[in-house]
């Protein structure tokens, strides 16, 4: 018996159950053409083609982001890490959220990363920094995990831990897991909180959704495995700093909010994490979202409820440590 499930061909329609507002963007990201895929191998030339064709793509959709009023703005050097700021009006200052931007950890630095930050900020109330850390293919691991502890290093000289909550999204999730298990270990104090949305955990994609939800979510169509390894650089994919799925919860980790889809491909990397995090006492929470792809659908009520969803966590981080 080989215990492979063998379906014919079928359409498969959004469920009923989803907001309208959120079938008809899912409709949209499905019904537009699909972007290039990612180069085989490490030729830094294709990589930074495909790269660049990637993020000329997605930075259209993120330009919006900077006429949201009501923030101060500053690019500053954290430890020389290339670092932006964004300062809601009327934030405490004396709490602040490190935000790790997402992007398959071989993409969106720059200007996309400063944007995506603001967004975060809106979210969470308080200053936000977002680091512009290093990637491949001049880059591999571990530059980008290296500049994000760097930074993180920065803000324990000015925050206690308790008043630093660490987030990130996809890749950033990776990343946010990844500091958090390296902090500890290099006898650093953990933060006060850990958002990990939709997060990228499992750098060997072992988990059953990305085998029964490939070609289903429409904003992750195919698996990143070139990219996880042109990141990992002949490293082990199933170490824990490279996939934090894997790590050692029991000897320290932060409170933690996983949340994914019911049409992500990265959802058994939440379903695994939060099982693991469980069996090591870490208080952590799961939201999984209906139909919800990769990265949520871009404007409707699910998505309005996530981003109240981070707020609420974050702000019960911040008062749990008072």
Known sequence: MTGIIRLPARDIPLPASMSPEAQALFAAIADSPARGGMPEGNDPVAWKRAIAEAEESVLPM?????????????????????????????????????????????MLAGEATRLMGLMMASRVGVDTY?????????????????????????????????????GGASAGGNLAAALALRARDEGLPLPAGLVLLTPELDLTESGDSFITLRGIDVMLRSPLMPANRLYAAGEDLAQPYLSPLFGDFAKGFPPTLLQAGTRDLFLSNVVRMHRA??????????????????????????????????????????????
Do not use: Q
């Open 62 to 106: 993120l330009r919006p982001l900077d006429a949201l009023p009501g923030f101060a703005r500053e690019t500053i050097s954290a430890g020389g890490v290339t670092t932006f700021v964004a300062t809601p009006e009327g934030a405490p200052g004396d709490r602040v959220y490190l935000d790790i931007h997402g992007g398959g950890l071989v």
């Open 277 to 322: 995090l469980l069996k090591a006492g870490v208080p952590v929470e799961m939201h999984i979202f209906e139909g919800m792809p990769h990265g949520g659908f871009g404007g409707a009520p699910e998505d309005r409820d996530l981003a109240e969803t981070v707020g609420r966590f974050v702000a019960e981080c911040f008062r749990r440590e008072a």
């Open 130 to 166: 977002s680091p512009d850390y290093r990637m491949p293919p001049d880059h591999p691991y571990p530059a980008a995990l290296d500049d994000c502890l760097t930074v993180y290093r920065h803000l324990l000289d000015r925050y206690p831990p308790e008043r630093i909550v660490v």
